[in-house]
């Protein structure tokens, strides 16, 4: 029986050692999967007729069944070779990085949910990078790099706070847009290049746009893309919440005019993280004087939420119609955090996003002892945007949910569209075929992101070795192999993001979103590696110092 590995390599054959268009490869596959042929192996058992059959190409097919006997070949000649000896190379103890069968399935990092049908969270886990926290080790780290892949590390961790709602994969991308574009700019201030960027030709004229880093980038919203981190959800309160919430609305009534028919509280799914629950809940408000005894309803049918850590609560309310005309425009906002240091906030932008008015939202939390770091505004988005989506539902109105996942678009590649285009951006010189696009627009891939990350971290070159030195003294210079060097930068990687989560964990709770975001460019350039200036320096790799970083977090500054 076929496995998901033997379509992993079907693909890799058709698109990277065959050249065959991602499209077409797929086509292929579909028609071989008719006729029961599911992998290599049977590929290069099966009759000719049978493949010429399915392909409609005799030409094709041959081909095609000459490679995979081919491949079979030579695995048979690799597996009856002897073991070469030398024990395994052992990995830094304290760097996390995936080892899952999901992340070891993606390690060639080519394409992404089409080819290979993977689930939202599979996908995140194949993208999973190194961490290592240990100050100790980061203050003794120098890494070797060039700017374009400190940028790229810089970019995908600073999001993590300042757009905690996207996934791995959007950071990698969007990261990745933001590199592809400060380099071509430099590039043509260089002298490089030169003519105006598919940008400023329109390229993506009437899309989206986020600012990461100070720079705005195209995006493309990926409609319907849900993913969790690792958080539980469940849905034991909605429903316990069902058989109140008549009770509520009757109570509220008694107190104050009652708000409308519908007014009833839509409750989303509890979200659990490291034992902190999560659970938002909405209703229709008409006057500020509401809010009270709606809440004291919703305590007194819920006396649990009395024990949590916090509820903080926000609300927004169009005026009255006997408003005059400057007054009408205005809606009126407001929220408390209970505590929870910048929810309400939170919860009335979502609302801003949603279109929500004439509604109040209330966010518990009990508190299980961990900080979740940027964890909890995605936890406290997508309760909130739950719980507004359900009560949309049940009044039959309509709702635009901001937050969507996004992909950082590649304009460039979108300009070139042409064969054998480079199209993982500036500074990654990733070759990938044209097909690398999502409904027609072409995107930074968040494989190739991660690739690129995965292989710019060296360490310096030792200095040369004294030539005056006798020849006992002499060492000779031990080369290793790309295994070790493999290992050698992943660990590097893992100990650089490791320092930017510590200098992003210390400013996170004391800075917005827009001051982190144009901090993190200041903080950019303060560390990264001297080079030669003008063209001579495009490219130029330099040492950078990874104590440098921790001595950028807050109380370590005058």
């Known amino acids: 029986m076929a496995t998901q590995q033997d379509l992993q390599d ?9 050249k065959m268009p991602m499209l077409q490869a797929m086509t292929s596959i579909k028609a071989l999967q008719a006729v029961e042929l599911r992998s290599i192996k049977q590929i290069s058992e099966a009759p000719l007729p049978t493949v010429q ?7 094709v097919a041959r081909a095609l069944q000459n490679a995979c006997k081919a491949v079979i070949k030579r695995n048979a000649t690799q597996s009856s070779s002897p073991p070469s000896g030398g024990g395994a190379l052992k990995r830094h103890s304290s760097i996390s990085s995936s080892t899952s069968p999901v992340a070891k399935r993606a390690k060639n990092d080519v394409f992404l949910t089409g080819p290979v049908e993977m689930t939202p969270q599979e996908l995140e886990a194949s993208l999973e990078l190194p961490i290592c926290t240990d100050e100790d080790q980061i203050k003794e780290a120098v890494i070797e790099t060039n700017r374009a892949p400190l940028v790229l590390a810089f970019a995908v961790e600073m999001m993590r706070y300042t757009m905690p709602e996207q996934p791995l994969s959007s950071r990698l991308s969007l990261a990745q847009a933001v ?16 003519g105006p960027s598919a940008d400023q030709e329109g390229y993506g004229q009437g899309q989206p746009r986020v600012r990461v880093m100070g720079r705005e980038v195209a995006v493309l919203k990926r409609s319907g893309y849900e993913w969790k981190g690792e958080e539980k959800s469940g849905d034991e309160d909605a429903k316990n919440d069902g058989e109140a919430q008549a009770t509520t609305a009757t109570m509220a009534s008694t107190l104050e005019p009652a ?3 519908t007014a009833t509280w839509s409750t989303s799914p509890p979200i659990v993280m490291k034992d902190s629950k999560f659970v938002a809940r909405a209703i229709h408000l008409t006057s500020p004087s509401q809010r009270k005894y709606l809440m004291e309803s919703l305590m007194y049918n819920h006396p649990e939420l009395k024990s949590a850590t916090h509820n903080a609560w926000a609300f927004r309310l169009k005026p009255p119609e006997s408003a005059n005309w400057l007054s009408q425009r205005i809606i009126r906002e407001e929220s408390f955090d209970d505590g929870e240091t910048g929810c309400g906030e939170l919860m009335l932008k979502v609302m801003r996003e949603a279109g929500a008015v004439d509604t109040l939202v209330v966010l518990t939390r009990w508190f299980g002892g961990t900080m979740l770091g940027p964890d909890r505004w995605r936890l406290m988005r997508n309760a909130v945007t739950s719980a507004l989506s359900e009560r949309m539902r049940k009044t039959g109105g309509s709702i635009s949910l901001g937050g969507e996942a996004l992909w950082g678009l590649d304009l460039e590649a979108m300009r070139k569209a042409q064969p054998g285009t480079t199209v993982g951006g500036y500074g990654s010189g990733k070759q990938l075929q044209p097909l690398t696009h999502v409904v027609g627009m072409h995107i930074h891939r968040p494989e190739a992101a991660r690739s690129y990350l995965l292989r710019s971290f060296g360490k310096p070159s030792p200095p040369p070795a004294d030539e005056t030195a006798t020849s006992p003294s002499k060492k ?16 590097n990687l893992g100990l650089l993001l490791g320092a930017l989560r510590l200098l992003f964990d210390s400013w996170a709770d004391h800075l917005d979103v827009a001051e982190l975001d144009r ?3 200041a903080w950019y350039c303060a560390i990264r590696p001297e ?5 001579n320096g495009w490219g130029g790799k330099g040492a950078v110092k990874l104590v440098d970083i ?3 977090r807050r109380g370590n500054q005058s």
């Open 259 to 261: 708000p409308t028919p």
């Open 476 to 491: 000779k210079a031990v080369h290793k192999t790309a295994k070790a060097l493999e290992a050698e930068r992943e660990e």
């Open 10 to 18: 079907l693909i890799r054959l058709m698109t990277v050692t065959r």
């Open 179 to 194: 590199v592809s574009a400060n380099s071509r700019s430099k590039a043509v201030s260089l002298g490089l290049d030169k």
């Open 550 to 552: 921790l001595k950028l």
């Open 53 to 59: 059959e399915a392909l409609k190409d005799d030409k």
């Open 519 to 521: 901090r993190t460019w």
């Open 531 to 535: 080079v030669d200036s003008g063209p």
